[in-house]
């Protein structure tokens, strides 16, 4: 069974320059989250998706960052206008069950720094 | 809010030691409870998970974890570390009427000397 499928790995971009990530889930699976990873600390989920509809999106820093699930399963998570502070590990995970109790499948992570 | 407490920000132990990296939340419900490993290079799997019944739970590689309601801990144990466990850990707990949104700790890395 394939992972969690993140591209690109790596960007390094300038401040107030826009980015976008790609999230490609577990085949079959409903519920999609983004998190964010700054050095030095746990990851910190920004989003959450049941198929294409948003079940948490609390702590998303809704004025720059953006994110969307067309058709239940890729997502996309864009930042415009990236600041500094931005720079961290974009993380992606897939849960094969809807709301409840599952176990999340982690993709390798986008590191964006931003200069 | 909900957070989560994990004591060590670095451990170094050399191999054939006993580990315990310590994990507290602080949300009074029903609770989820995971421990997750990233060793280097790769992506975050889950090591652990506690749902109900049996506090003491066993997961891969040899590691348990002892949920501790009064304590309000989740504390992973391992009787004997190897230089393959050199990873950094992260504990996180699901708040268990909150869909499947994971709050985690900062993350213990751990280093085993060969």
């Known amino acids: 069974e394939a992972g969690v499928a993140q591209s690109p790995r790596y960007k390094i971009i300038e401040k107030r320059q826009s980015v976008a990530f790609w999230c490609n889930p577990i085949?079959?699976?409903?519920?999609l989250y983004w998190y964010q990873q700054i050095l030095g600390q746990g990851p910190k989920l920004l989003i959450q998706?049941?198929?294409?509809?948003?079940?948490?999106d609390s702590q998303l820093p809704k004025d720059r960052f953006s994110a969307e699930r067309l058709k239940g399963v890729d997502s996309t998570l864009k930042i415009q206008p990236a600041k500094l502070e931005d720079s961290a590990v974009y993380l992606c995970a897939s849960s094969p069950r809807g709301l409840g109790i599952y176990e999340q499948y982690f993709g390798p992570g986008t590191r964006l720094t931003v200069t | 809010a909900q957070s989560v407490s994990q004591h060590n920000h670095h451990v170094i132990l050399s191999e054939a030691a006993s580990l315990e990296l310590g994990c507290n939340y602080s949300?009074?419900?029903?609770?989820?409870l995971f421990w997750y490993v990233q060793y280097p290079g790769q992506h975050l799997q889950l090591l652990l998970k506690y749902f109900s019944g049996d506090p003491l739970v066993k997961g891969i590689k040899g590691f348990e974890a002892e949920f501790i309601k009064s304590k309000f801990s989740f504390n992973l144990r391992k009787p004997s570390v190897q230089w393959s466990d050199t990873a950094e850990y992260f504990c996180a707990v699901n708040e268990g009427n909150q869909g499947g949104k994971l709050i985690f700790g900062q993350g213990t890395e751990l280093s085993v000397k060969p």
């Open positions: 949300y009074g419900g029903t609770v989820n």
């Open positions: 998706f049941q198929n294409n509809g948003v079940v948490d």
């Open positions: 085949s079959g699976h409903a519920t």
